[in-house]
């Protein structure tokens, strides 16, 4: 009767973990919190303080919605600059200097090909309002973002850089020339030349404004929103909501900046100053808007003289080898952690590096995740062998222990000693079997965070009529029968054919161990693969896949494992056996 009432409770408690979990994470990380309509521009024509003593800089206060804006319509102005480069399109708009198309050639929006490209930077008032600008706060006063630039030319490629010039009446000149890579990176080298009688205080500021309309979810182990590098060292514990209301009075991280900016899970729009030269900013603006933001000191620029400050803009796919390449060869503080990689980042990167080799000689990405599965399982099987060889070795000395208890009963502190002896004589580490599960946690864990953020899985396919996209949950539910409805199920009720197979095998990975737990504890492990089934279901397919895989090769290991040690299997049923006959020697006195 108590084991009906536990069994009833156990599944009970499953049901409300799977439930609970569906909700918790999207309380914890609401998807729908990052899908705010926006209707104002987050731009600031207020004054702005900039005194010679180095004041705070406000970039924050906002004016009075003009209204939304279709992107082709933001787009058809005559008065921009196209960007053609490898890797990035897009165009400068000269109303402001901002750089407020940028499309990424290399990224589809989604699977369909004909989908068009991903576009990253949208202009202000669109829908998915994402730019930079570049601009001067002189004698306290920010130069209008109604500001009009003349270009010297009329295409921004990596072979033809292009400069933004103004003349203001006061005899100043203020230029921006813009440089592109063959990558995602712009520089821009702002200029002031002051042809007027006196002197004038500029201060330089560059910043990112954003919606978060098209923002990532902020995940348990995918940071997205606010992120840079201070002093050598990674910020991104502020989500978009953590941040101050008040924009005028922003999250200033402590230290000099090395880069800041909004991560996505696969997208990254960073500002990279001249080193330690910038004062730094989060700021959350009004509807859904938020900006980062870097102001130079104010310098006076005396007449006859010059002003010159570089600032860079990385705008682009957070690609591992990209990431790594800026930070050896520009010298850009942890900008590879831009990825967030975590404490096994050590293990995280090489394992991506041999799963993008892979895929390059195999051309199919799922069947990459099966066969770094099958290599990393293969390089730990000698760990396995040692782990069970321990296991043997312990089941060896089981009789002499169960003797030394007895003996020793009423005397633990004897009995410990004695035992340690017995593990001595008999040449026994009672660790060991538990080192190497120790050494195979770290990995597996980091093979599971490079599937979830490997852009290079993004809209891949495994199967052409089945997983078109493994970043995705597996299309093929019960519910829709496998596909032939043409509809979606949401959450943890998308029980797919990888989460069927997930927990099969896991429930076989289960009965395969010779158990010698009571029966609570065995019906609670008969539920649990069932349960986790529902919890991995809106998991992506590749990392189904993954964890699939990974079963397989278990079951396949642990057969062979105990084929050679049969002591294990033996000992473990003739401890199943004896428990049985206790508990119906129990049951029969009850009686």
Known sequence: MDNQRNLILA????????????????????????????????????????????????????????????????????????????????????????????????????????????????????????????????????????????????????????????????????????????????????????????????????????????????????????????????????????????????????????????????????????????????????????????????????????????????????????????????????????ISWGWFWFLEKPMLWLLKTIFGLIGNFGVAIIALTFVIRGLLFPIAQKQFASMAQMKAVQPKMKQIQERFKDDKQQQQQEIMKLYKDEGVNPLAGCLPLLIQIPIFFALYKVLILAIEMRHEEFIPFWIKDLSAPDPWTILNLFGLLPFEVPGFLGIGVLAVLLGVTMWLTFKLNPSTMDPMQQQIFNIMPWVLMFVMAPFAAGLLLYWVTSNVLTLAQQTYLYSRHPQLKAAAEKEKAEKAKEKAAEADSKA
Not at 41 to 51: D, N, V
Not at 57 to 63: E, I, P, R, S
Not at 174 to 189: G, H, L
Not at 270 to 279: N, Y
């Open 11 to 338: 599944v009970v408690l499953s049901g409300l973990l799977i439930l609970g979990w569906d909700l918790g994470m999207r309380f914890l990380y609401p998807e729908a919190s990052v899908t705010a309509s926006v209707t104002g521009t987050g731009e600031e024509e207020a004054p702005a303080t900039a005194t010679a003593s180095g004041a705070p800089v406000d970039l924050g206060a906002d004016v009075a919605p003009h209204g939304p804006l279709e992107l082709g319509a933001a787009l058809g102005t005559a008065d921009r600059v196209r960007i053609d480069a490898p890797r990035v399109r897009g165009s400068i708009n000269l109303i402001g200097a901002r750089i407020d198309d940028v499309v990424l050639n290399d990224y589809n929006q989604t699977v369909d090909k004909t989908s068009g490209n991903v576009q990253l930077f949208a202009p202000a008032r669109t829908g998915d309002q994402y730019f930079a600008e570049f601009g001067f706060i002189v004698e306290g006063k920010r130069l209008p973002s109604s500001t009009k630039w003349v270009a010297d030319g009329d295409i921004l490629s990596p072979e033809t850089p292009v400069t933004l010039t103004h003349s203001a009446e006061n005899g100043i000149t203020y230029s921006i020339t813009y440089t592109i890579d063959d990558q995602f990176m712009i520089n821009a080298v702002q200029k002031v030349e002051n042809t007027g009688e006196g002197a004038a205080i500029v201060q330089p500021f560059a910043l990112l404004d954003r919606s978060i309309t098209n923002a990532s979810p902020d995940e348990w182990l995918v940071h997205a929103g606010p992120i840079g590098s201070f002093d050598g060292t990674i910020d991104e514990d502020y989500g978009y909501d953590d941040l101050p209301t008040d924009a005028r009075n922003p999250y200033r991280p402590e230290g000099a900046v090395d880069w800041i900016g909004f991560t996505d899970r696969y997208w990254l729009s960073a500002l990279i100053p001249e080193t330690g030269a910038a004062e730094p900013a989060f700021r959350r603006l009004s509807n859904g808007l938020y900006r980062a933001d870097i102001s130079y000191a104010p310098v006076t620029v005396a007449a006859g003289d010059t002003l010159t400050q570089s600032t860079k803009l990385f705008a682009g796919a957070k690609e591992s080898a990209v990431l790594d390449a800026y930070a050896e060869t520009d010298g850009i503080a942890q900008f590879d952690l831009a």
